[in-house]
């Protein structure tokens, strides 16, 4: 008795490294520059274990916690970072609040001169900042109004206000303004509404925005070194520092403050995630209820 063998279907065709990697090239591309981007913090990050053997924190030698230890073991290093701390604080403060109404303001109301504004907010973002830092000079300069604290925090006021304004724009640009409606229906007054509707949907994008201000703020260091007098902050310590040996501390301190950062933009996807869900919520459409047949009249 003589067997049939069994006629099996076509092979699936394997799919040829050439194809794969045109189908992946560009989550390739986004993984190799992220990493690309990763790759300064992981040298600080490793070097704040270093135990260097002079001033200078450029050759591994042995590894050592003693450095976290002792982080906040040098008086100028904690003056200038708590310097540049209120620094940014106000200046995220301040910007925020004005950068959100100004948003408001440009996406909700007709003015006269709302192109010409709308073009203004993006020069401080496209303006270099060396000819920045030198203008602001050249103005408190010929105000007299003597350098310091207070010209720094005008200054990173400034230049930070833009970018809260664009963020909160780009939030306010896709909201439904239904929401606004619906609440006024039932009696919310114009504050309420904004307090219980608008603040909460556009909350992500007024957060990111001031997160954006106080990164940019607690980093800068070119209009800074213009316009600080005597103040110094943190990047003006780190500055000065490379004459005689940036102690090691510093990169403690700058993991401190990336791990917080990383934080903080957590919160703000989950926060921007918890609006889309919230804005995507629409009332049910009500079933409308059959009549019952009527007979004919007999």
């Excluded at 010209?151 to 640009?173: E, P």
């Excluded at 940019?216 to 004459?243: C, E, K, R």
């Excluded at 049910?284 to 047949?293: A, I």
Aim: proline share 6%.
């Amino acid at each position: 008795m003589s067997t049939t063998p069994a006629v099996s279907g076509p092979a699936a065709p394997r799919m040829g490294f050439g194809k794969w990697l045109r189908e992946h090239a560009v989550l390739i591309i986004g993984v190799l520059v992220i990493l690309y981007m990763l790759v300064p913090i992981a040298v600080i990050f490793f070097f704040s274990f270093n135990n260097p053997a002079g001033r200078y924190n450029f050759t591994w030698v042995g590894f050592t916690l003693k450095h976290w230890k002792n982080v906040f073991g040098i008086p100028e290093l904690n003056e200038a970072l708590w310097t540049s701390i209120k620094l940014a604080v106000l200046a995220t403060v301040i910007s925020t609040i004005v950068g959100t109404m100004m948003a408001l303001a440009l996406v909700r109301y007709q003015f006269f001169g709302r192109r010409a504004a709308n073009f203004l907010i993006v020069i401080p973002m496209a303006t270099p900042e060396i000819v920045m830092g030198s203008s602001l000079l050249s103005f408190f300069l010929i105000l007299g109004t003597p350098l310091g604290f207070t010209t720094l925090l005008i200054a990173h006021v400034m230049f930070c206000i833009s970018f809260v304004v664009v963020v909160v724009r780009s939030r306010l640009i896709g909201f439904d303004r239904r929401l606004e409606e619906a609440a006024k229906d039932l009696g919310a007054t114009p504050w309420e509404t904004f307090r219980l509707v608008t603040l909460p949907l556009i909350l992500p994008g007024v957060f990111g925005g001031a997160m954006l201000a106080f990164a940019l703020s607690i980093d800068d260091f070119v209009i800074s070194n213009f316009n600080s007098g005597t103040t110094v902050t943190f990047p003006l310590y780190i500055f000065g520092a490379f004459q005689r040996g940036v102690p090691v501390e510093v990169n403690c301190i700058a993991m401190i403050l990336f791990g917080i950062t990383v934080l903080a933009m957590g919160f703000t996807t989950w926060q921007q995630r918890r609006a889309e869900r919230m804005a995507s919520v629409r009332p049910e459409q009500e079933e409308v209820m059959p009549l019952p047949p009527v007979s004919a009249a007999t």
